[in-house]
């Protein structure tokens, strides 16, 4: 019982946020056509917030565990290039492959990972959690850059993907320069990073939320059972088992839980709506 406590916890504010949501857009205080304003305010001023604060605070004389850290990077790349494979036969859109592929491979792993691990082993205990965040969340980002960017439905032009990903604002290598070199910033600074990262979640939720439309679920019920099977149960079954057979126990399991059997990331709609993706 105590785990699904646990489970719920994790779960339940982030439904509360996308009720929200979508009870103030009925309400009329969200117009639809302020919804994309909303969200490129999101993505460009809030999330960098967000990407650096979980890096910043990084200790590197935590326990590092290299054989885990290169297990969970093969590991999400195996699954991306299985995501593409199956996009590409079972769906015909372009614009909707680069969705799917995105849905399949990248995880909630921060909004889901992070507080998962901390709850069971305490929030002491996250340096080795934090540190595959700094790596695999980048990995994420730099992965739906160029599939979004391959599937706009245009030519495919390698210097647009390749400044993509350089400018792209999720990207934010100096966060890792701060973590890697020590690099402390003011307290007031600190402070302000600190408030705005933790806006980031909560707003981009809520304009989730607003953006629902439900009539929608009957017209994409195939696409949606099927990017919902392959990432909840397809991905967690074949990666947690070959990490389990590997050897992967204790806080190390729980932490490719985090990373392999949580839900889709949110900032994946962020992205997809920026990138003009379904």
Do not use: W
Request: charged share 15%.
């Amino acid at each position: 019982m105590s785990n699904f406590f646990v489970a719920l916890y994790a779960v339940l504010p982030m439904f509360i946020m996308l009720a929200i949501g979508f009870t103030v857009r009925k309400m009329k205080v969200i117009e639809e056509a302020h919804l994309p304003v909303l969200n490129k305010i999101v993505f460009n001023v809030f999330f960098p917030f967000l990407m650096f604060n979980n890096i910043y605070a990084f200790d590197l004389s935590a326990d590092f565990n290299a054989s885990l850290l290169l297990y969970a990077v093969v590991a999400v790349a195996v699954i991306y290039g299985l995501s593409v494979g199956f996009a590409l036969i079972f769906e015909k859109s372009n614009k909707s492959r680069g969705a799917l592929i995105q849905a399949i491979y990248r995880s909630n792993f921060v909004l889901m990972g992070l507080p998962i691990v901390g709850n069971i082993f305490g929030s002491g205990r996250l340096g080795m959690t934090s540190m595959l965040v700094t790596v695999i969340v980048p990995m994420y980002n730099i992965l739906a850059v160029i599939t979004l960017e391959v599937f706009r439905g245009e030519s495919i032009k390698i210097t647009k993907i390749l400044k993509g990903i350089v400018t792209n604002p999720l990207i934010i290598v100096v966060g890792i320069l701060f973590a890697v070199f020590g690099i402390k910033l003011p307290e007031i600074a600190e402070s302000v990073i600190s408030d705005m990262a933790s806006a980031a979640t909560p707003l981009a939720l809520i304009v989730l939320g607003a953006s629902f439309e439900f009539a929608s679920i009957k017209r994409y019920k195939k696409n949606l059972i099927a990017v919902i099977f392959a990432r909840l149960i397809i991905v967690p079954a074949i990666s947690l088992s070959v990490a389990i057979m590997i050897g992967f126990r204790g806080i190390d399991l729980v932490s490719l839980i985090g990373i392999f059997a949580s839900p889709c990331a949110v900032s994946s709609y962020t992205m997809a709506r920026q990138m003009d993706s379904d």
